[in-house]
């Protein structure tokens, strides 16, 4: 099992086992030596049925028929559906330093939410059924079932309306859509058999869960917010008579927070400075015409610079990002997280030790998981004209030439109502472009019949060598499907339409669980319509 995992805004969690389960840490918050540091403990079982002998009788059984007997043990391995857990103990951060979450049930999904995100990190398990089938059937025909795991009503989960809650709220779900005739709410009637699939998960936004404490006056812990989290605001130099601070002591600040579960400043699309989630579901849908297509009025894209998406990739240690291009003339700072080894722990307030007699105690050294020296070395539009003048970027693309061109072909895509540009960062370091975009409106809609609503596609360029390759491909791919998943649940499909001769990214396409539907002419190419649909899409590489 795996003894950590990084969240998507940064924050590490140590796992460690326990009598019975799982113990959760957050690294950063390991602030006193108490027994309990920061964290809860997870029950985390599997149970395997085995079927009742002849002659053997089922006390709940009314009909005497042969009834499944089931046999309980520890987890060692994920099985596909027979695991279950709940959440036994939660020990808060100290009172001294954070005030209590304003809501305890907020609290609780997103520690379930981290958990379950810790789960559908261990080694999938075999998707086949074997259960009722015939053992003559070769594996690859047997039927493959939904990787899932039950959620119990016990520990804080017994909690009067608690699990009614977690389930409006999307994160579990059940097969028993009643009402339920028991008036005792205590009861648990209907909420017993509680669960949450891959599949599902996967969809769920993480900001919906992800939010921070509010630290208490005397807390040890910045409470100001990064500069990276309002890449487009104003700013005034140092020394001026208020205003916006002034980026450069931002990023001093920024250089000395906690990113994570509980602390204050949290990089990319998860910062907030009221440290609440920063989820906002879509706006009613409305429909405008726009050059002869009536379709759905688009929500603005992110801003220039701004992070929306991170996640960690365990299998190249690294967090994968996508921002939004700018065409700022300076070299953009990084404003999400990446991996390096842990920073020293905080030390409790009036601890006796002056800032500087010890290493750990001295703001300048507590750096943070996104550091001051992982600016872009340069501009965006400087590294397209650097990529765009690659000969075998350039067949694709055809954009080559001087610094002005890419000026203006960059700017065209700011200005685009119905997409976006994207650069994509591998630990802060670009590796490629992209363009999203809504398909219906996109001369993509006016070629492909039956193009939905909420349909959207990619457009892709990978710039640096070092990043290219399979493995590579399906990780950055599979992010941006799964963005648009997260981004909008109308969103159904995501196609991409490459030309016919790029045979090596078709083959990822259809490796990363795009299927090709035909050839289309284009006026400028002959291009395979590739696509991917939602009731298809399992979950991210990791």
């Known amino acids: 099992m795996l003894s950590a995992i990084w969240l998507p805004n940064g924050q590490k969690l140590t796992v460690s086992p326990v009598f019975g389960g799982l113990f959760f840490k957050a ?26 002998v002849d002659g053997e009788e089922d006390e709940n059984d009314a009909y005497g028929g042969r009834t499944p007997r089931k046999h309980v043990h520890r987890f060692r391995t994920p099985t596909l559906h027979n695991d279950a857990m709940y959440i036994s103990s939660i020990s808060n951060p ?41 053992p003559k059937i070769p594996e690859i025909a047997r039927p ?13 989960f017994k909690g009067r309306h608690l699990m009614q809650k977690l389930e409006r709220m999307g994160l579990i779900a059940s097969r028993n859509s009643y009402v339920g005739s028991e008036l005792d709410d205590r009861s648990g009637e209907g909420w017993n058999e509680m669960f949450v699939t891959q599949r599902a998960f996967w969809q769920i936004d993480p900001r919906i869960y992800l939010f921070t404490l509010s630290p208490t006056q005397n807390s040890p812990y910045p409470t100001t917010s990064p500069f990276p989290s309002r890449p487009g605001s104003p700013s005034r130099e140092a020394g001026g008579g208020g205003g916006t601070a002034s980026p450069r002591n931002s990023q001093y600040q920024e250089s000395i927070g906690s990113p994570g ?10 910062s907030s400075t009221s440290h609440l989630p920063t989820y906002y579901p879509p706006a009613p849908t409305q429909w405008i015409m726009a050059d002869g297509v009536r379709h759905p009025l688009r929500p603005k894209p992110p801003r220039q610079g701004e992070t929306f998406y991170t996640r960690h990739i365990p299998r190249f240690d690294s967090f994968l ?6 065409l700022s003339p300076k070299a953009l700072p990084h404003t999400g997280p990446v991996h390096q080894p842990p920073s020293p722990a905080f030390l409790p307030p009036n601890n006796g ?15 943070s998981l996104h550091s001051l020296n992982l600016a872009n070395p340069i501009s965006d539009v400087d590294l397209l004209h650097t990529w765009m003048n690659n000969p075998r970027v350039s067949a694709a693309w055809g954009v080559s030439g001087g610094r002005e061109v ?10 685009s109502k119905h997409s976006f540009p994207a650069i994509g960062c591998w630990d802060g370091k670009p590796f490629g472009y992209f363009e999203i975009y809504w398909a219906k409106e996109d001369q993509f809609g006016r070629y492909v019949e039956n193009t939905g609503n909420w349909d959207r596609g990619i457009h892709v360029l990978i710039g640096e060598e070092e990043f ?34 790029n045979e090596r990214f078709i083959e990822y396409l259809q490796e990363s669980g795009f299927f090709k539907e035909r050839e289309i002419a284009f006026p400028f190419k002959q291009a395979a319509l590739m696509k991917i649909k939602r009731e298809a899409w399992v979950s991210p590489a990791i």
């Not at 001294?96 to 379950?116: E, G, H, N, V």
């Not at 990002?321 to 700018?326: H, I, L």
């Open 27 to 52: 690294d950063s918050l390991n602030t006193h030596q108490a027994a309990f540091p920061p964290g809860w403990t997870i029950i985390l079982q599997s149970e395997e049925e085995i079927e009742l």
């Open 94 to 134: 100290a009172s001294s330093d954070f005030k209590p979450a304003t809501s305890q049930t907020r609290q609780i999904a997103m520690m379930l939410w981290a958990t379950l995100y810790y789960y559908f990190h261990q080694p999938p398990p075999s998707p086949y059924i074997t259960a009722g089938v015939s």
């Open 144 to 156: 493959k079932g939904e990787w899932a795991i039950q959620i119990r009503r016990e520990g804080i």
């Open 261 to 270: 579960l509980w602390s204050p400043t949290t990089p990319g699309p998860f």
């Open 321 to 326: 990002s996508f921002r939004v291009a700018s």
């Open 353 to 367: 030790i002056m800032p500087g007699a010890n290493p750990h105690s001295s703001l300048a050294q507590l750096t």
């Open 406 to 415: 890419q000026e203006a072909f960059l700017k065209h895509s700011l200005e």
């Open 468 to 501: 290219r390759g399979k493995e590579r491909v399906r990780c950055w791919l599979s992010a941006l499907v799964h963005w648009a998943w997260v981004a909008d649940l109308r969103t159904e499909r995501v196609v991409c339409e490459p030309r016919v001769d």
